[in-house]
């Protein structure tokens, strides 16, 4: 069965740090692009980052520099780490798979076949 799941959100203070995981089981090696993206409460989902089957990455304007992502093959965990945290980072963060390469962009929601349930990160003042 194809599963993500996400962990490691939370509360943290401006400027701070949070490494989210993303428990992938069921996927194929030959998954096209695996991403992060984020919804915060009235605004649209956006994605925040994405990581090609050769390990390319690509961010967002707002999160260049501030985060990473990262795959661990052999452990199939997808992180994504989040530095100088700012409280417009507050968001449910989610995790999604492209299984093949439908012709969207990495950061198109349209674009991933799978979805984690997301986990909560909250950047207070």
């Known amino acids: 069965e194809l599963q993500l799941v996400e962990s490691g959100g939370g509360s943290v203070q401006v400027g701070g740090s949070l490494r989210l995981s993303c428990g992938v089981s069921g996927l194929p090696d030959s998954t096209y692009c695996m991403g992060w993206l984020r919804q915060a409460p009235g605004k649209e989902r956006e994605a925040v980052a994405g990581?090609?089957?050769?390990?390319?990455?690509s961010y967002a304007d707002s999160v260049k520099g501030r985060f990473t992502i990262s795959k661990d093959r052999a452990t199939n965990t997808l992180y994504l780490q989040m530095d100088s945290l700012k409280p417009d980072d507050s968001a449910m963060y989610f995790c999604?798979?492209?299984?093949?390469?439908?012709?969207?962009?990495?950061?198109?929601?349209?674009?991933?076949?799978?979805w984690g349930l997301g986990t909560q990160v909250t950047v207070t003042a």
């Open positions: 990581i090609d089957s050769d390990g390319g990455t």
């Open positions: 999604a798979a492209a299984l093949y390469d439908n012709g969207d962009p990495w950061y198109a929601e349209n674009g991933y076949d799978y």
